[in-house]
């Protein structure tokens, strides 16, 4: 049972390049989430999916987009990166009660 | 605006001492509360949730939740080194079918040997 897993771990983009994070769960939530983590901003959500085939925009969306692809997976795609997108991205699914779980992240830089 | 406010920090203890954290938020409809610790570097861990008011401990852990003063709290009883983390608390609610955690910020706490 691996829980929740991303790729890639790092990652180098030149602006205006694109890229998709990856990210999968194995415990069968319904609930997936993407957020972002700045230094002194802590997390923030990016985007979230309440079930297999809706997605809904959390409180930074702009520049970002996701699919869930199925109950299992959700990416994030950045379709013309930018320096401020630079920043830790974590993957989450969440149990029922609200009891979500991370995984690894992923380190972007925009350069 | 759903806000979590907590003391940044860094907050020190001595190894053996009691850590307190503490965590007000500004929606009275949230629901459910949590403690996550979050090593440098790594991804955010989940170690606490509560639900309703009063105590609820785990371990070394106590979470305390107080709905009429929109406050929740974690002490770390007998802190250890291993403890040296930065602690988010998060609290949730629901919008129809959508369930969201908004984070605090965090607070660093570093237990000295």
């Known amino acids: 049972n691996a829980g929740v897993t991303q790729t890639p771990k790092f990652q180098v983009l030149k602006t205006g390049q694109s890229m998709t994070l990856q990210c999968a769960q194995d415990?069968?939530?319904?609930?997936m989430y993407w957020y972002r983590q700045d230094p002194g901003m802590g997390l923030r959500l990016i985007y979230y999916?309440?079930?297999?085939?809706?997605?809904d925009k959390g409180e930074v969306p702009n520049g970002y987009n996701v699919s869930r692809l199925n109950k299992r997976e959700f990416s994030l795609r950045l379709e013309s990166a930018a320096p401020s997108q630079t920043s830790v991205y974590f993957c989450?699914?969440?149990?029922?009660?609200?009891?979500?779980?991370f995984g690894p992240g992923t380190r972007l830089t925009v350069t | 605006q759903k806000e979590v406010e907590q003391n940044s920090g860094p907050l020190s203890v001595p190894e053996g001492a009691i850590a307190s954290l503490n965590c007000t938020y500004s929606?009275?409809?949230?629901?459910?509360f949590f403690w996550y610790r979050q090593y440098s570097g790594k991804s955010p861990e989940l170690i606490m949730f509560?639900?309703?008011?009063g105590d609820k401990e785990d371990g070394r852990f106590t979470a305390q939740l107080n709905k009429a003063s929109q406050y929740v709290s974690l002490l770390i009883r007998d802190s250890q080194p291993s403890d040296s983390a930065t602690y988010l608390c998060?609290?949730?609610?629901?919008?129809?079918?959508?369930?969201?955690?908004?984070f605090g910020k965090g607070t660093l706490l570093t237990v000295n040997p």
């Open positions: 989450a699914s969440m149990r029922e009660y609200y009891e979500q779980y």
């Open positions: 415990m069968n939530h319904n609930s």
């Open positions: 999916s309440a079930s297999e085939g809706t997605t």
């Open positions: 929606d009275r409809g949230s629901q459910s």
């Open positions: 509560i639900y309703s008011n």
């Open positions: 998060a609290v949730g609610m629901s919008g129809g079918s959508n369930y969201k955690l908004t």
